[in-house]
């Protein structure tokens, strides 16, 4: 049974950082993508990033892009998630989530992950 589980969020002041982990069970992990979303409360989820097995191709969604970094670790089945900047409008709770790919390469749409964490709250003071 694959199993998610994110860990290092918090609260934090604007401008400052947190690095998110989320580590990865009962799976071959580089055999699959990987990605973060977030949902604020009152609105859709949205994309956050994504990578792709080898970790060599990245995506970002444009709200957070030149701030965030994501990365993967397949040695330790972790997928990280760096968050430098942050602003009010990053207060959300953030999933990771995982899906098996035989390419490498990512997906941004929600409804091509098939695995998902439990979220974790990230909150930003101004």
């Known amino acids: 049974q694959v199993h998610l589980q994110e860990s290092g969020g918090g609260v934090v002041q604007t401008g400052g950082s947190l690095r998110l982990s989320c580590t990865g069970s009962?799976?071959?992990?580089?055999?699959?993508?990987m990605a973060w979303f977030r949902q604020a409360p009152g609105k859709k989820r949205e994309v956050v990033s994504c990578?792709?097995?080898?970790?060599?191709?990245?995506r970002y969604g444009s709200t957070v892009q030149g701030r965030f970094t994501i990365s993967r670790d397949n040695e330790k089945n972790t997928l990280y998630l760096q968050m430098n900047s942050l602003k009010p409008e990053d207060t959300a709770m953030y999933y990771c989530?995982?899906?098996?790919?035989?390419?490498?390469?990512?997906?941004?749409?929600?409804?091509?992950?098939?695995?998902w964490g439990q979220g974790n709250q990230v909150s930003v003071s101004s």
């Open positions: 990578v792709s097995r080898s970790g060599s191709a990245t």
């Open positions: 989530a995982a899906t098996q790919n035989l390419g490498d390469f990512c997906y941004a749409s929600q409804y091509e992950y098939e695995h």
């Open positions: 009962g799976l071959n992990f580089d055999k699959y993508t």
